[in-house]
Nanobody
């Protein structure tokens, strides 16, 4: 079993920045993927970014490329999402997901564990 704890959300003005954190604990393995997803009211949870723990390779959804950066700290089992140039459309609850397999996936069904979510609100 894996536990994920997110933090770092908040209220920011458009054009501002936030950094999200997700700490993993429990039975983690050397080859897995951690991803960030987000969900707005009335919408499905959507993929934002993911990182392969073993290779460090990353993948982003088009709408955040060039603005968001996903990174990891192996020693702390923590994944980060640096969000710059935030827009009101980025407003959502952001969730961290853990996938046991090494291939990056954009589908929520391919992630095995989820954190509780952290609210990000971008005002115009």
């Amino acid at each position: 079993h894996v536990q994920l704890v997110e933090s770092g959300g908040g209220l920011v003005q458009a054009g501002g920045s936030l950094r999200l954190f997700c700490a993993a604990s429990g039975r983690t393995f050397s080859s897995y993927v951690m991803g960030w997803f987000r969900q707005s009211p009335g919408k499905d949870r959507e993929f934002v970014a993911a990182i392969s723990w073993s290779t460090g390779s990353t993948y982003y959804t088009d709408s955040v490329k060039g603005r968001f950066t996903i990174s990891r700290d192996n020693a702390k089992n923590t994944v980060y999402l640096q969000m710059n140039s935030l827009k009101p459309d980025d407003t959502a609850v952001y969730y961290c997901g853990y996938r046991y397999y090494s291939g990056i996936s954009v589908y929520t069904s391919n992630y095995d564990y989820w954190g509780q979510g952290t609210q990000v609100t971008v005002s115009s």
